[in-house]
């Protein structure tokens, strides 16, 4: 029985831990490099996805959401790209991120496990 549990977990952590998959997920500035997150390599997800929404979470480099951003907002102008940047900030070294209920400005890499309003998931990455 204890092997059993322990090749369960050791599975799960296989498949969530793969290498094209972020592990932690981290987000970040425009000068964060995109790509797989490790807990030893920061990088910042760029195949994120809502799993409240189920849309693909957009970034915009060297931008910042506008204070009056709000939910109704993305869900009328998700996902246009050209439409959304009505409501974003030239912010030089901070990245915009949003899906259709949540959004969020980043200036640094961080944990999105510190951050559980959004509920943003790895979608995976090519390998
Ligand atoms: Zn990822
Ligand atoms: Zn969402």
Redesign the pocket.
Known sequence: MVTFTFLTVFAWHWVACSTS??CP?FIGGSSVTNG??TATSKRS????RCISCDFRVLMFDDSEWDASCDYLFLRNNMPDRHKLRAKLKKRKGLRAYACQCNWFSSSEAMDLRDQPQLRWV??K?KD
């Open positions: 998959r972020c997920v797989v997150g997800c760029d195949q994120l790895c979608g990455h």
